[in-house]
């Protein structure tokens, strides 16, 4: 089976490729940031923050996700995992 991609979605992957490597060296990030180093949909992440699991904070009025609470929640679902 082959999949032809669109060059717009191609694009976009290649956009969201170059935000997640350079969020992979912010501290504090913006939603698509954090979403595109989670490599998760924005929708995922605010149902994520919505239920407390990845905490935020406002920032002079903006939402910012710590990357180290993003980091502890990855190794938190691998510990999960392995158990």
Known sequence: MTIKL??????????????????????SLKP??????????????WRLIADGTIASCKDNGNVRILRS????????????ARA
Not at 10 to 24: I, P, R, S, T, W
Not at 32 to 45: H, P, R
């Open 69 to 80: 609470d993003i980091d502890a929640y990855w190794s938190n679902r691998r510990r999960s």
């Open 6 to 27: 669109k060059a717009e979605y191609l694009e976009d992957l290649e956009v969201k490729a170059k935000v997640a490597e350079l969020a992979a060296k912010l501290t």
């Open 32 to 45: 698509y940031e954090a979403a595109c180093y989670m490599n998760i949909g924005e929708s995922t992440l």
